[in-house]
């Protein structure tokens, strides 16, 4: 048994097996949510990873100690896991570690209707009551019952109800599902459409054996981009390891920024909701609330975090919102995140014109962006003041999540990580020279603290 404290993050359950998360904690938590949220009935799914039925099924039991009904749907990506909160009614825990590696497992947990649990949102009373009886080992022994039941057929129609890919081109498609849950809900998906399927790593194996299941990281799209130049694939899709994130590759084996992709469904989404809301959170591209803003929508800024982006879209009743991670989320998929809606949004631009995606993909595509640059600092406030100070005449500063300072045609956002000693610095541009100077800059203040 772990310290709970330690694997309760600000928006789900992580941590390594079986030395910070085992089978007692599991289901210890599993009563604990069923107390905190008054659940009579509930739905848990599992990754691929090996511990992962182990750890649900002790999950279960400590639900069902509670006189909780559970519905078990077995393997599923984490957006099927949001299918069945929302079409069920029920509230839900995914387990899953998403891109971590194989050592680790967590909880994505939700209430009915998909509505998110964070930190302030039970996520931490969840914490205390199952640290309580992990200290008492009191247990109730009114047993609720089990149902297993199959639902990856009723998600893959449900989301071929959202966007209709039966009219399109035929499309050659190159998939990376890293041996995660990707390889389990593409094929249900695609089934029948006018797709030919080039699978990589389809085989579910929570060791991966080929590279890690997170697309973030450019060495695991290496052989992505090389599948679907040499099978002169139309476009690429990579998913991570609960399948809820997807990165794109074009024609030519390049990235497109999940930027562009918030920009082109966006657009989308606009075309069928005229005058909705967007949301956006503060590291997406200036180009994508300019291109809401030309297509009549109402771009909303917010913080970095997916209990973020689905409070705001939940206030706002906004259609579509984007992160810059590759994470998206609809409303009409209860303002849960879903890669491959996502994904599907772009198939669907993709198909129905002749146009190949390089081009599609350029019309979203207004800036120069640094991507990502993390860098480990012990005193995160030091590096911050000393930043600040550097810029404090030149530009506008917005301290919503991290600082960020906004110039002519420039800005970057340097904010502290949730769960490590890290700054994670952001930086875009018109021009390109532009943004790597300000990058370099930020990054030379940054280390002289790191020193």
């Avoid at 009551?129 to 057929?153: C, F, H, M, N, Y």
């Avoid at 966007?163 to 050659?172: A, E, Q, T």
Wanted: net charge negative; charged share 25%.
């Amino acid at each position: 048994m772990g310290d709970l404290a330690k694997i309760f993050k600000a928006y789900d359950v992580r941590g390594v097996v079986p030395d910070e998360l085992d089978e007692q904690t599991a289901e210890a938590v599993g009563a604990a949510f069923v107390e905190v949220t008054g659940a009579g009935s509930i739905v848990v799914a599992h990754d691929m990873r090996e511990s992962s039925p182990v750890l649900a099924e002790a999950f279960i039991r400590g639900a069902r100690s509670r006189r909780a009904d559970v519905v078990h749907a077995g393997l599923g990506s984490t957006d099927l896991l949001y299918y069945a909160s929302g079409s069920l009614g029920l509230p839900g825990v995914m387990f899953t570690a998403s891109h971590n590696p194989a050592r680790y497992n967590g909880m994505k947990m939700c209430r009915a209707g998909a509505v998110p649990i964070g930190g302030d949102t039970g996520l931490t009373e969840i914490r205390d009551r199952a640290s309580e009886l992990l200290a008492t080992a009191a247990q109730d022994t009114k047993a609720g019952s089990v149902i297993e039941k199959d639902l990856l057929s009723g998600y893959a129609h449900h989301l071929r109800t959202l966007v209709d890919l039966s009219g399109i081109r035929p499309l050659k498609v190159v998939v990376d599902a890293g041996n995660g849950m990707g390889g389990h809900t593409v094929p249900a998906v695609f089934d029948g459409l006018p797709i030919e399927l080039v699978p990589l790593y389809f085989e579910l194996d929570g060791g991966f054996p080929n590279h890690e299941a997170n697309p973030l990281e450019p060495q695991n799209l290496l052989d992505l981009q090389r599948a679907v130049v040499e099978s002169g694939a139309d476009i690429g899709l990579a998913f991570d390891g609960d399948a809820d994130r997807c990165w794109v590759i074009d024609e030519r084996g390049a990235s497109v920024s999940p930027s562009a992709i918030t920009a082109l469904v966006a657009v989308r989404e606009l075309a069928k909701d005229p005058g909705a809301t967007i949301i956006h959170n503060l590291i997406t591209s200036l180009g994508v609330p300019e291109i809401v803003r030309e297509h009549g929508g109402v771009p909303v800024r917010t913080r970095v975090g997916h209990s973020f982006i689905k409070a705001e879209m939940a206030r706002t009743g906004a259609v579509f919102g984007g992160e810059h991670s590759a994470h998206y989320y609809f409303r009409d998929f209860w303002f849960a995140d879903s890669g491959m809606l996502a994904a599907m949004h772009v198939l669907a631009a993709l198909g129905e014109q002749d146009r190949p995606l390089s081009e599609v993909a350029a019309a979203y595509s207004r800036y120069h962006a640094s991507g990502e640059v993390n860098s480990a600092v012990s005193d995160q406030a030091e590096a911050l003041r000393r930043v600040r100070a550097a810029f404090a005449d030149r530009g506008e500063f917005d301290e919503v999540d991290g600082l960020t300072v906004t110039g002519s045609g420039w800005w970057f956002n340097l904010r502290p990580s949730n769960t490590e000693p890290l700054l994670r610095l952001n930086a875009e541009a018109a021009d390109e020279s532009k943004m790597t100077a300000i990058r370099d800059e930020v990054l030379a203040i940054v280390g002289k603290v790191s020193e």
